[in-house]
Each structure stands twice: as structure tokens, then as C-alpha cells.
């Protein structure tokens, strides 16, 4: 099995749910607030992890309560935290989730998230040999994301990219991408499918509740997912990548790992939280 490398972003998460979003000077009386732990990166390596993955993780993290808390659980989880840095004098990550009908908003703070450094990324993979994967998000600072993919694709690793949140200053960089997992929206922030496969050769696009499309210079096909009735979509994403990466690191086909990937997705849209809603590999297999 080849070791999965996740550079991206840890956060902590406030979550409530909320009638509809307010307007400007309104006050409104959610319901149900918790804090979970969160940020794309940290997400995706429990994904990753719980669904049968060998994964190492690069970010950073603040001298605080949260990032300890962050940190301590991403070592519970099984993952390999050798990459994770710890910065002085600043907060880590915080996003402020609100939940309406079951679609999130989210706004982020990214606090030692933008600490990152190339170094942090020359240091995590000096470990990684040809054929392990690689996988990256942008929540860090782009320039240090594209850094990473180029070093990824030098030292001969598979190379995924989650672009989100979809971030034009992230085109230059796609050329060393093997594979790019947008959502709708942000493939036509990036200037849309036939733009992104001049640079790459496949494209993932996830289609929400209508499943995911898998995309070649050469076609496409759509892939439908099981149909639920969602309670919170907040790690849903993060959880088809981490699946589809798993699964890639297992020798499976790019299909049957998306198929896998999706399935992990459909559970997690049943249960609130990020982090807290991923399911096993079990618990997928079993899944009806």
C-alpha cells in the first residue's frame, strides 16, 4: 500500500444551525451549536486514515488550546503528524459554520494555516517515494500549494488537488496535477472543464446530491450516488477525496475508488460535524 501525503489546512469549527442566514443588523435564534474539529486538510487526512489509508500530514497549527486539541486527535486517529508545526503568537485555524436546511456557510479564519512554508513541504516529503499520492487543498497560501505540487510531481508521486475554495491563482500550478476534484461551482471559477483539461488529464467534478463525473480528453461519464437525506454536507467533499485517495493507494481503479469515495460522502451527509461524521471503511462496506 503507498503512503498518502496531505498537505492543507487544520481547523476548529463552530457550528449552528440557523432558520434562514440573517440580514445585515438582524438577530436570529439558531439551535444545536457544537464545536467540532475541522479545516479541508485535517478532514481529508481523517478520511483518508478511517477509510483504510497510510497517511502522513503536513500543516500548521497555533500555540493554543485548539491546535493541541487538533493535533492530539489527528495522532489518535492513526495519522503520522511528523509535518505538523507549531507557531508562536498566532491562533489556529477557526471556521464559523452556519447550517441552513441542511447546506452550510462557512466563514474562515485562517490563522496558522497561512504560516505554512515550503520548507514545511520539503520536510514531509523527504520520506515519499515514486508512486505514493499526493493530495492538497487551498487553504494555505497558493504560491506554497503550488510549491508543493511541483515538488510532489518532481519526486515522482501521484498528484490530486482539491481546489477549494476554488482560487484562480492556483491555474499555473494545475500542470502538475494528475487529477483535479472541483465541484461545479469551482470549475467554472477556474474557467471551466475544457480550460482545466488543457493543463490536466483528468478532472473529478462532484455533482452534490446528483453524484460525480469523471473527465477526459477523451469523454466523460457521470456516476450517480446513493440518495439520502442530508443533515449536514460539511465534510462531504473531504470525505469522497480522502475515500478516493484511500482507495487509489490500494491499487484500485480511479472508478471504483471515486465509487467508494462517494458512498463515504452519502454517510457523512447523514451525521453533523466534519471531522465527527466521517465514517470507517466498515462502516461504508456495510452501508445499505
Known sequence: MKKIFIVGSINTDLV?????????????????????R?????NQAVAATRLG????????IGNDL??????????KEGIDVSGIRTVKDTSTGTAIIVIVDGNNRII????????ITEEDIDKTL?????GDIYLTQLENPIEVIGYGLKKAKEKGLFVALNPAPANKEILPYLKYCDLVTPNETEIEILG????VLQEVDTLLITLGGEGFEIITKEGSKKYPCIKIDPVDTTAAGDTLCGGL???LSKGKSLEEAATFGSKAASIACTRKGAQPSIPTYEEVLSFV
Open 192 to 195: 471551466g472543464r475544457e480550460k
Open 66 to 75: 485548539f491546535g493541541k486539541e487538533a493535533a492530539g486527535s489527528l495522532v
Open 16 to 36: 449552528i444551525s440557523s432558520p434562514y442566514m440573517p440580514k445585515a443588523g438582524e438577530t436570529l435564534t439558531g439551535n444545536g451549536f457544537f464545536t467540532a
Open 53 to 60: 489509508g497510510n497517511v502522513v500530514f503536513c500543516g500548521c
Open 126 to 130: 523527504e520520506i515519499a517515494e515514486k
Open 245 to 247: 485517495v484511500a482507495m
Open 38 to 42: 475541522g479545516g479541508k486538510g485535517a
Open 108 to 115: 474562515l479564519d485562517r490563522g496558522a494555516n497561512a504560516c
